[in-house]
């Protein structure tokens, strides 16, 4: 079992920026992929960002270049820095983690349906 409880939330004027953290317990962790969601209010969930055990990343285009996330493997906490902040990146984020996708190897997706264990979410407000 892995259980994830993220904190760092908050409100902040566009151009701001926020870090959020996620720390997990759990003893398979460190070999899983960990990422972060996002859904604002009547619009789907998306995937924001992945980061695998060797700590190889990926991004949604939509944040690539402004966020950035990484992880203290020695803490089970991985952050996501969040800069250059915009009103549309006001959502609910959630951390995630699970077990990598296998085809001929073992690789982290930014897909939803690989991430089994999910963070309670922490509220970030962009205002114009």
């Known amino acids: 079992q892995v259980q994830l409880v993220e904190s760092g939330g908050g409100s902040v004027q566009s151009g701001g920026s926020l870090r959020l953290s996620c720390a997990a317990s759990?003893?398979?962790?460190?070999?899983?992929?960990k990422g972060w969601f996002r859904q604002a209010p009547g619009k789907e969930r998306e995937g924001v960002a992945v980061i695998d055990s060797d700590g190889s990343t990926s991004y949604a285009d939509s944040v690539k270049g402004r966020f950035t996330i990484s992880q203290d493997n020695a803490k089970n906490t991985v952050y996501l820095q969040m800069n250059s902040l915009k009103p549309e990146d006001t959502a609910m984020y959630y951390c995630?983690?699970?077990?990598?996708?296998?085809?001929?190897?073992?690789?982290?997706?930014?897909?939803?349906?690989?991430?089994?264990?999910w963070g309670q979410g922490t509220q970030v407000t962009v205002s114009a």
């Open positions: 995630v983690a699970g077990p990598p996708y296998y085809s001929g190897g073992y690789y982290c997706r930014v897909s939803e349906v690989d991430f089994g264990y």
């Open positions: 759990g003893y398979t962790y460190s070999s899983y992929c």
